[in-house]
């Protein structure tokens, strides 16, 4: 992404201009997420909507994983075969479907990637659920009150989602080259017929090379999104109704539902790019498997 | 004067000429998954998976445009009203 400095936004706490300070540092998040937030002289500025500095985002993530993996040691000890919990039925079902989609769709050395395509899907899924977690709002005095979140979304952070989105993109290179060699792995990209290849060669590059990119800015955009959504309607509430009515509880609904689907999202079309770079051969036949299982596993 | 009334144009229809492309995409997508569900009821599970993939797919486009539309509202300046007197 084109790194370009914004204007207007950090110096400007006078009383008219602090509103469209809070407006302008947004535009700050998404492209000066890594080291802009952590050059302040002195205390974190409170003036941007919903920003924070950008180690915060890393430690958020590095809580979340390291919540998935307590959780998951502390309660694998509990397992009952005979009476299992609701908590133990539900996550059985999961790992169930993920494996079985992967089976399908990647054919049938798929299990292997089922705990990757799943680690992604947990991790991405509760990074987006922290973005629809309790805002506070700070009252600044004048102009607008910014709403500020003491547990940010990990992914509304541009470089966490590019980690994510380079993570998938070394592996499907690897297990496309480890399955067909580097000969063959390139090979893909000539297309269907030889005489073509030097025209659909550039083509299918730039097409491996944006996904890492589709998939980041594709989770970046709907999470960093809708917790700006979420930061300017609880502004809004608080300017206008003094916090009473609260505005944001449909955009708190719909965050769920959307942070469930840019999850599901994620780590279906991770398991797809792997499919895709693994064999192109038997791929169709194996799609149509992929569908009816997904819908057999639900 | 022009740079900024041009800025403020792209940063208002940006977005929304991307949404009504989206807005066609994904209404035709679930029409024809409405389709499908009525023709074969049996299939619904399957074919409302794939609909949410593809609405998902399509509104990814429109989350390009709208990064696209912080970065330029960045961009704006903020004036007072009689700084906004003095523009030519």
């Not at chain 1, 479907?97 to 992604?120: L, N, Q």
């Not at chain 1, 009150?145 to 070394?170: C, Q, R």
């Amino acid at each position: 992404m084109p790194v370009q400095v914004a204007q207007g936004g950090h110096d400007a706490p006078t009383g008219e201009a602090s509103g469209h300070a809070a407006e302008a540092g947004h535009a700050e998040a998404t492209h000066a997420s890594v080291g802009h937030g952590g050059g302040h002289a002195g205390p974190v500025r409170h003036d941007k909507l919903g920003e924070h500095v950008a180690e915060w985002y890393s430690v958020m993530g590095f809580l979340i994983a390291l919540g998935i993996i307590v959780f998951a040691r502390m309660r694998m000890g509990k397992l009952d075969v005979r009476r299992p919990s609701r908590g133990q039925l539900l996550i059985e079902q999961s790992v169930a479907s993920i494996t079985h989609f992967s089976k399908a769709s990647i054919g049938p050395g798929g299990e292997r990637f089922a705990p990757f395509v799943g680690v992604v899907f947990a991790f991405v899924l509760f990074s987006n659920l922290c973005g629809v977690l309790p805002m506070y709002w700070l009252p600044t005095g004048e102009g607008m009150a910014p709403a500020w979140s003491f547990t940010p979304a990990p992914t509304a952070n541009i470089s966490v989602t590019f980690a994510l989105g380079f993570i998938v993109f070394i592996l499907f290179n690897v297990e496309g080259i480890r399955a067909n060699g580097v000969i063959g792995h390139l090979k893909h990209f000539a297309g269907p017929m030889p005489a073509l290849a030097p025209l659909i060669f550039p083509i299918e590059l730039i097409g491996a090379l944006v996904r890492p990119v589709s998939l980041a800015m594709r989770l970046f955009g709907n999470v960093f999104g809708e917790e700006t959504v979420i930061a300017v309607l609880i502004s809004m509430a608080a300017v206008l109704t003094s916090g009473i009515v609260p505005f944001q509880v449909p955009m708190l609904a719909f965050g769920v539902f959307g942070s469930v689907v840019q999850a599901g999202v994620f780590a279906i079309l991770t398991c797809s790019y792997i499919a895709l770079s693994i064999g192109d051969h038997g791929d169709h036949s194996h799609e149509a498997h992929g569908e009816h299982s997904a819908a057999h596993a639900h | 004067m022009l740079y900024l009334g041009l800025l403020g144009l792209g940063v208002a229809l940006g977005l929304p000429i991307a949404v009504i492309g989206a807005g066609i995409g994904q209404g035709n997508a679930a029409a024809a998954a409405l389709a499908g569900v009525a023709r074969q009821p049996e299939a619904a599970g399957k074919i409302q998976t794939m609909m949410i993939i593809a609405l998902a797919l399509i509104e990814s486009l429109v989350i390009y445009a709208l990064l696209m539309f912080f970065m330029l509202q960045g961009k704006l300046p903020t004036l007072t009203f009689d700084q906004l007197l003095q523009l030519k």
